[in-house]
């Protein structure tokens, strides 16, 4: 009996240094290494940019987001147009990452399926412009949903 024992220790012992392992080769993201910051600087920076140019361009703005039906355009316009600059901005720096990305993804989520409906426009060259808007918007989520993921470990 006291040889079973023995075993099933061995085993168990043998299975928690595999595990610790594994913890070990599972480093969190390095948010410190050239790439990462240069990766922040591009998507934070065009992000940033995007923004300036809205508020630099508000009444245009506020006039396609009308024609589009987005809901108080003249309130709802400058509200996102502040949290891209916001989350673009934090993204760049690093700071606040989570809430920065989160801003960023709550801008691309709420706003592509309204400004970019591809799928109920006839004329087929303006359908054709709305998609490729609606598919780089769904990249931009994207990349925003990667830089949440790791600005939850960071």
């Given at each position: 009996?006291?040889?079973?024992?023995?075993?099933s220790s061995e085993s168990d012992?043998?299975?928690?240094?595999?595990?610790?392992?594994?913890?070990?080769?599972?480093?969190?993201?390095?948010?410190?290494?050239?790439?990462?910051?240069?990766?922040?600087?591009?998507?934070?920076?065009?992000?940033?940019?995007?923004?300036?140019?809205?508020?630099?361009?508000?009444?245009?703005?506020?006039?396609?987001?009308?024609?589009?039906?987005?809901?108080?355009?003249?309130?709802?316009?400058?509200?996102?147009?502040?949290?891209?600059?916001?989350?673009?901005?934090?993204?760049?720096?690093?700071?606040?990452?989570?809430?920065?990305?989160?801003?960023?993804?709550?801008?691309?989520?709420?706003?592509?399926?309204?400004?970019?409906?591809?799928?109920?426009?006839?004329?087929?060259?303006?359908?054709?412009?709305?998609?490729?808007?609606?598919?780089?918007?769904?990249?931009?989520?994207?990349?925003?949903?990667?830089?949440?993921?790791?600005?939850?470990?960071?």
């Amino acid at each position: 009996m006291s040889l079973l024992g023995s075993e099933s220790s061995e085993s168990d012992a043998r299975t928690d240094r595999h595990a610790d392992q594994g913890r070990r080769e599972e480093a969190p993201p390095k948010t410190h290494s050239t790439s990462f910051k240069l990766a922040r600087a591009l998507f934070g920076g065009v992000l940033a940019f995007m923004a300036a140019d809205n508020f630099r361009n508000l009444d245009q703005m506020v006039g396609y987001a009308e024609s589009q039906g987005a809901p108080k355009p003249e309130t709802t316009v400058p509200f996102v147009s502040g949290s891209l600059l916001f989350g673009g901005l934090g993204i760049a720096a690093w700071k606040l990452p989570r809430l920065a990305a989160g801003a960023v993804v709550t801008f691309f989520a709420s706003i592509t399926p309204v400004m970019h409906d591809f799928w109920s426009i006839d004329d087929e060259e303006q359908k054709q412009q709305q998609q490729i808007h609606f598919l780089k918007n769904a990249a931009l989520l994207g990349a925003a949903l990667a830089f949440l993921r790791v600005g939850q470990d960071d």
